[in-house]
């Protein structure tokens, strides 16, 4: 029994080592998307009951509530919020061990399986170790619609009992992150078609209560859905569909370079998502090679196995979905990782296949892949600042080190209320304890565009407008400053300035002085 679970208790190990290492090291920027889910954990426990990421009407509050209970369990802080994540990726890994055995029923595989997702390209190390609000839950529930999908297809579609968590899964997902519907909808495909050949009224049934269970698992969204929440258009795009503009045929043209040029190199593990520098060159033949061997294995064998075509539909189906949405106007690499975990499947399985031809060429390769993703991981970890960031644009990746020292400047000075840019407001109120509320309504882009939507949290919006003195935060921005300084000028009102590491400060104004009257924060996008 050791023996047959040691790949998969390695590969948890050594995934744990990791991310250890990676938190004790200080290399995973503390960003906003995470720290309002630390700000919705702590409201959940002071009573408040949000259904969505504070701000939108979609990407359900789950993680939120998972962070709760580890406040609650090992007190508030960023350290409890990345447990959280940890955890959820200890759970993607192993679900992924019992994906990986039902799909070749070959151990050695599944172990190869959890190796590789143990050291995986930077960017699911990245976005299941840092909290964007859903996506290591969106990964693990995945995994368990590709379980049970897989279960159907060996059943024939004779399960009850599989086809009604196939269904409540698929609901409760849709709820917590519309993107595990490109694992459900080849899930269900594939599940109806194995039991093709049974009774038509007996299917039918198993259908409707599977549908009936999906209603159900999605209660909260039908909930907001009911209550008015925009859910429906924010779930097809409509918060991110004036980014890219143009007509249909140039922003379907960038959407394909930005899968095939982009996306590629990201989930390879060739470059880290925020950044065109090459990862671990040395040893990338050698991984291409790997990835190249284990496809012609793959294709040599024959036929696709009817278990590895719903894996590769969920692929085929997120290719789509971010080519024809407006989703693929964000090529941050987030929206990849579902190809991350498709690809550790078919690695493990071409290379698997190739084991049993050339056994030291594939366990050799098995080595060299490993070998080039931790190179990768700790390649990026080491240029720090950014270190490992979900932050894509430069003028995003904020050096958040000096933030503790902002926080007792501003508290010695009791200048705690004002105006910010998104990245600073969420970090500097949770991290504060709430005692410096700074709604963002400054601009962080270079050409100065502002959306409302970086207005996450009403409540402190409320709090700057009743407070009787106001100061300003401004992150790399010179032209803002700059303007900043002539506005406050221009209206005659006296003014201190500050530098606290990337961090300039306009402090003790001779009054209170709203965005508004220097010509900022005005909405230009959805």
Same mark, same amino acid.
């Given at each position: 029994?050791?023996? %047959?679970?040691?790949?998969?208790?390695?590969?948890?190990?050594?995934?744990? !080592?990791?991310?250890?290492?990676?938190?004790?090291? +200080?290399?995973?920027?503390?960003?906003?998307?995470?720290?309002?889910?630390?700000?919705?954990?702590?409201?959940?426990?002071?009573?408040?009951?949000?259904?969505?990421?504070?701000?939108?009407?979609? &990407?359900?509050?789950?993680?939120?509530?998972?962070?709760?209970?580890? /406040?609650?369990?090992?007190?508030?802080?960023?350290?409890?919020?990345?447990?959280?994540?940890?955890?959820?990726?200890?759970?993607?890994? &192993?679900?992924? $061990?019992?994906?990986? &055995?039902?799909?070749?029923?070959?151990?050695?595989? !599944?172990?190869?399986?959890?190796?590789?997702?143990?050291?995986?390209?930077?960017?699911?190390?990245?976005?299941?170790?840092?909290?964007?609000?859903? $996506?290591?839950?969106?990964?693990?529930?995945?995994?368990?619609?590709?379980?049970?999908?897989?279960?159907?297809?060996?059943?024939?579609?004779?399960? @009850? %009992?599989?086809?009604?968590?196939?269904?409540?899964?698929?609901?409760?997902?849709?709820?917590?992150?519309?993107?595990?519907?490109?694992?459900?909808?080849?899930? @269900? *495909?594939?599940?109806? @078609?194995?039991?093709?050949? %049974?009774?038509?009224?007996?299917?039918?049934?198993?259908?409707?209560?599977?549908?009936?269970?999906?209603?159900?698992?999605?209660?909260?969204?039908? @909930?907001?859905?009911?209550?008015?929440?925009?859910?429906?258009?924010?779930?097809?795009?409509?918060?991110?569909?004036? *980014?890219?503009? +143009?007509?249909?045929?140039?922003?379907?043209?960038?959407? &394909?370079?930005?899968?095939?040029? /982009? +996306?590629?190199?990201?989930?390879?593990?060739?470059?880290?998502?925020?950044?065109?520098?090459?990862?671990?060159?040395?040893?990338?033949?050698?991984?291409?090679?790997?990835?190249?061997?284990?496809?012609?294995?793959?294709?040599?064998?024959?036929?696709?196995?009817?278990?590895?075509?719903? *894996?590769?539909?969920?692929?085929?189906?997120?290719?789509?979905?971010?080519?024809?949405?407006?989703?693929? !106007?964000?090529?941050?690499?987030?929206? =990849?990782?579902?190809?991350?975990?498709?690809?550790?499947?078919?690695?493990?399985?071409?290379?698997?296949?190739?084991?049993?031809?050339?056994?030291?060429?594939?366990?050799?390769?098995?080595?060299?892949?490993?070998?080039?993703?931790?190179?990768?991981?700790?390649?990026?970890? !080491?240029?720090?600042?950014?270190?490992?960031?979900?932050?894509?644009?430069?003028?995003?990746?904020?050096?958040?080190?000096?933030?503790?020292?902002?926080?007792?400047?501003?508290?010695?000075?009791?200048?705690?209320?004002?105006?910010?840019?998104?990245?600073?407001? $969420?970090?500097?109120? =949770?991290?504060?304890?709430?005692?410096?509320?700074?709604?963002?309504?400054?601009?962080?882009?270079?050409?100065?565009?502002?959306?409302?939507?970086?207005?996450?949290?009403?409540?402190?919006?409320?709090?700057?407008?009743?407070?009787?003195?106001?100061?300003?935060?401004?992150?790399?921005?010179?032209?803002?400053?700059?303007?900043?300084?002539?506005?406050?000028?221009?209206?005659?009102?006296? =003014?201190?300035?500050?530098?606290?590491?990337?961090?300039?400060?306009? $402090?003790?104004?001779?009054?209170?002085?709203?965005?508004?009257?220097?010509?900022?924060?005005?909405?230009?996008?959805?």
């Amino acid at each position: 029994m050791r023996r %047959r679970s040691g790949p998969v208790l390695a590969g948890l190990l050594v995934m744990l !080592a990791l991310r250890a290492g990676l938190l004790a090291a +200080g290399v995973v920027p503390f960003n906003s998307d995470e720290a309002v889910v630390a700000l919705m954990a702590r409201h959940i426990l002071a009573g408040e009951r949000p259904i969505f990421f504070y701000g939108q009407a979609y &990407l359900g509050s789950l993680d939120a509530w998972l962070v709760a209970g580890a /406040f609650r369990t090992l007190g508030e802080g960023v350290l409890a919020v990345r447990v959280v994540q940890v955890a959820l990726y200890a759970g993607t890994l &192993l679900s992924a $061990y019992a994906v990986a &055995l039902k799909l070749f029923g070959d151990r050695w595989r !599944a172990g190869l399986t959890a190796l590789w997702l143990a050291v995986p390209p930077v960017v699911l190390t990245l976005y299941t170790t840092a909290s964007l609000g859903g $996506y290591g839950e969106a990964l693990l529930i995945g995994n368990l619609l590709w379980w049970l999908g897989l279960h159907l297809i060996q059943t024939a579609g004779a399960d @009850w %009992r599989a086809w009604l968590a196939l269904g409540l899964l698929t609901g409760f997902g849709w709820w917590v992150f519309p993107l595990t519907a490109v694992y459900a909808l080849p899930a @269900w *495909v594939a599940a109806l @078609w194995a039991g093709r050949r %049974r009774p038509w009224a007996a299917q039918a049934a198993r259908f409707l209560a599977a549908g009936a269970a999906a209603l159900l698992g999605a209660g909260p969204w039908w @909930w907001a859905t009911l209550s008015g929440a925009a859910t429906l258009a924010e779930t097809g795009g409509a918060a991110i569909a004036g *980014v890219s503009g +143009g007509p249909w045929w140039s922003v379907l043209g960038l959407r &394909l370079l930005s899968l095939g040029l /982009f +996306g590629t190199t990201v989930v390879f593990g060739l470059r880290p998502a925020w950044s065109v520098e090459w990862l671990a060159l040395p040893l990338a033949p050698l991984a291409l090679a790997a990835y190249g061997l284990a496809g012609w294995a793959g294709w040599r064998r024959g036929p696709v196995r009817a278990g590895l075509s719903l *894996v590769l539909g969920t692929g085929g189906l997120l290719c789509a979905a971010f080519v024809l949405t407006p989703f693929g !106007a964000d090529p941050s690499g987030r929206y =990849f990782l579902p190809l991350v975990m498709v690809l550790a499947l078919l690695v493990a399985d071409g290379l698997g296949e190739l084991r049993g031809r050339h056994a030291r060429l594939a366990l050799g390769l098995s080595a060299g892949v490993l070998a080039f993703n931790l190179w990768g991981t700790v390649q990026a970890a !080491a240029a720090f600042p950014p270190g490992l960031t979900t932050q894509f644009d430069p003028v995003a990746q904020v050096d958040m080190r000096a933030l503790p020292e902002l926080i007792d400047f501003l508290q010695a000075r009791g200048e705690t209320r004002g105006y910010t840019n998104y990245w600073v407001a $969420y970090p500097l109120a =949770f991290l504060s304890g709430e005692a410096l509320l700074y709604t963002p309504r400054l601009p962080y882009h270079e050409d100065l565009r502002y959306t409302p939507r970086d207005d996450r949290y009403p409540p402190y919006g409320a709090a700057v407008a009743a407070a009787p003195r106001t100061a300003f935060i401004l992150t790399r921005h010179l032209a803002l400053e700059a303007r900043l300084r002539a506005g406050l000028q221009a209206l005659g009102v006296a =003014f201190t300035e500050a530098r606290i590491g990337e961090f300039q400060v306009f $402090y003790a104004l001779a009054r209170p002085v709203r965005p508004e009257e220097l010509g900022l924060g005005q909405a230009c996008c959805p």
